[in-house]
């Protein structure tokens, strides 16, 4: 069991940054690919980023190319998202995510451990 533990959230202004952490419990990150996801009220949870196990080989949702970056750290065992020109329409839960299935993986289903969110608000 992987347990995942998100901070780094808050209130910011339109155009504004934030960076996000993930780091596990009791465990390594090496094994895993991990994702980055958000969810907005009345909206289903929606893939954000996800990086490679090995390679570092990321991609990123259409929505967020060129203003968000993944990146993780096997030393220090933590997967980063690094928000730039943040918008309105960024505002949600952001959830990080792990999983061992190989490959380029943006549904919610391949990813069985996940963090208890961290909330991200954008003001205009």
């Known amino acids: 069991q992987v347990q995942l533990v998100e901070s780094g959230g808050g209130l910011v202004q339109a155009g504004g940054s934030l960076r996000l952490s993930c780091a596990p419990s009791?465990?390594?990150?090496?094994?895993?690919?991990m994702g980055w996801f958000r969810q907005a009220p009345g909206k289903e949870r929606e893939f954000v980023a996800t990086?490679?196990?090995?390679?570092?080989?990321?991609y990123y949702a259409d929505s967020v190319k060129g203003r968000f970056t993944i990146s993780r750290d096997n030393a220090k065992s933590t997967v980063y998202l690094q928000m730039d020109t943040l918008k309105p329409e960024d505002t949600a839960v952001y959830y990080c995510?792990?999983?061992?299935?190989?490959?380029?993986?943006?549904?919610?289903?391949?990813?069985?451990?996940w963090g208890q969110g961290t909330q991200v608000t954008v003001s205009s």
């Open positions: 009791g465990r390594t990150l090496s094994n895993y690919a």
């Open positions: 990086i490679s196990r090995s390679t570092g080989t990321t």
């Open positions: 995510a792990a999983t061992m299935v190989p490959g380029i993986r943006t549904t919610p289903g391949n990813y069985p451990y």
